[in-house]
């Protein structure tokens, strides 16, 4: 750093020398980035929330018609909930045990480069996959269940499942591998299979991590656009009966997707999509913070 | 069931998952690789997009979407660099350190398209922009912001104190240590958490679809407040037309690309940490 030579002192040089160009630039950084995470939360507070002055009570139905001024959220939240919860249904089980097979079954040389796999795997855009259920997965669905179109909840399901595996499979791995290579030599040396080894001595030290993977799995699925957008169907009914999840729906995301731009800015139909907007952004927080509470490795493991 | 039967049954669950977990991965990797490597050329990647995507090349996608995650990447390098030292160097108590970093770790958590409506709202309707790529780029770097920020907090946060305390020994400041001691180590951590933003960064779509794309007729952006067209939208438009065997061909080809773009991108990024992880001698 060079010094500047001492003159009269004018208000920039003064203030400089008081607080320092450094520490103005980290404060000004700090400020800036607070203040978006700030004016997000507002935006989407400031332009969602009068919907419930205007009769609240109607976002509780089933029926979404901005030309008579209904506006039922219900749809969307069954479809929300639906697609994520296919998509653990499949992803958690076929997750779980993959992990268990990567961390107790493969021999050690293959971690590293199996993680390093799946960490480029979790890296494929959303719109590839939403291309590929567009292009070959609805209309194998289709074929398979003989229905007129492919593009279904369960298709949505499916796609997020795919996309989440990744995550939940590498985490669940850490989880595990982070155990200490003393615990199974115990389990062994009673005479525990391995098995039981993995079910009685890994699964209680691990399972708060592995809990805490799936919360971070189901936010980012309740989240996801680009794929469910594509092949949901997008049509505003809840299917009857309930479980008939080979019926077209819709998210969330893909009616923000598909609508929100073509929304008069500060019209009731505008709100109400805000208003879903603030929703999905509270639940994702909180499945997200939760997760990061689940995954404190605290527990005082002997090694 | 005796307890080898059970053993012998969890043996066989596990293989059976883990073989069919592999056989999807394997299976969407070859996938976007035999529909999309037809489409290639060097006409494809340097030829702009003729008939509503259905003909010519991706090449002025290929250049929004460079242009606009390139701005992003500056934009954000700064505000990083000072959040993480300010976590690192700053704040004294442990416990609103941790708030800090959950809040940073939930911010990564939030719907990518929540940003997208913050700057429709904010950028294009409240400050009157139009559809900008230069909004898209603002809101890009926002999303980018707490990957960097936690990657390069972690390298300057593991520096040993006896560095810190050296250069103090030796009569710098605290400005001289940050930016002669502390900024040069941290360097590596800042481009493995850029790199993996970057990868992130290029392939989303869902914030920039309002704000800052156009379908069709847009070439190299000449000004601040242009659109631009980039790969990732440039896919929705055409699996939108997925009827069109021509649309979906060029949507494969650009898909590939995308996906190339990614890789390179997030391998950058593993050889990085690798040798990060070797050459550690602090």
Known sequence: MSTQPDIAPRWPTFFFKRVGVTRLAIYTSVAVSALSILAICLTLILNGLPILGQGGIHLLTSDWNPASGHYGILPMLYGTVTVALIAMLIAAPLGILSAIAISEYLPRAFRIPVKAALELLAGIPSIIYGLIGIALLAPFLSDVFDLQSGRTIFAGGILLAVMILPTIVTLSEDALHNIPHVYRETGAGLGYYRYEIIKDILWPIAKSDIIGAMLLALGRALGETMAVMLVIGSIDRIPSPLTNILSPGQTITSKLGREISETAFGSPHFQALIFMALILLVIAVVLTASAQFMTKTETRLVD | ?282
């Open chain 2, 1 to 282: 069931m005796t307890r080898q039967f059970k053993s012998r049954l969890f043996n066989s669950a596990v293989v059976a998952a883990l073989l069919i977990a592999t056989c999807v991965m394997i299976g969407l990797i070859m996938t976007i690789f035999i529909k999309g490597a037809p489409a290639i050329s060097l006409d494809f990647i340097t030829a702009p997009a003729q008939n509503f995507g259905a003909g010519g090349g991706i090449a002025y996608q290929i250049i929004g979407s460079l242009i606009m995650v390139a701005v992003a990447a500056c934009l954000v390098m700064p505000m990083a660099f000072g959040v993480s030292l300010y976590l690192s160097e700053f704040v004294t108590s442990a416990h609103m350190k941790k708030i800090l970093l959950t809040a940073l770790l939930t911010l990564n958590g939030v719907p990518s398209i929540t940003f997208g409506i913050f700057g429709l709202i904010f950028f294009v309707y409240g400050l009157g922009t139009g559809i900008s790529w230069f909004v898209g780029s603002i809101i890009l770097a926002m999303m980018m912001l707490p990957t960097i920020t936690l990657s390069t907090y972690q390298t300057i946060n593991s520096i040993p104190t006896i560095y810190r305390e050296n250069a103090y020994a030796l009569g710098m400041s605290q400005s001289q240590t940050i930016w002669h001691v502390l900024l040069p180590q941290g360097f590596h951590g800042a481009v493995t958490g850029l790199l993996i933003a970057l990868a992130r960064a290029i392939g989303e779509t869902a914030p920039i679809m309002f704000i800052a794309t156009a379908f069709s007729g847009v070439s190299a952006p000449r000004g601040l407040n242009e659109p631009v067209s980039t790969l990732p939208t440039h896919i929705l438009a055409l699996a939108q037309q997925a009827t069109n065997p021509q649309a979906l061909q060029n949507g494969w080809g650009a898909a590939l690309t995308l996906m190339c773009l990614v890789l390179f991108f997030s391998l950058t990024a593993l050889i990085f940490r690798y040798k990060l992880q070797k050459g550690q001698t602090l």
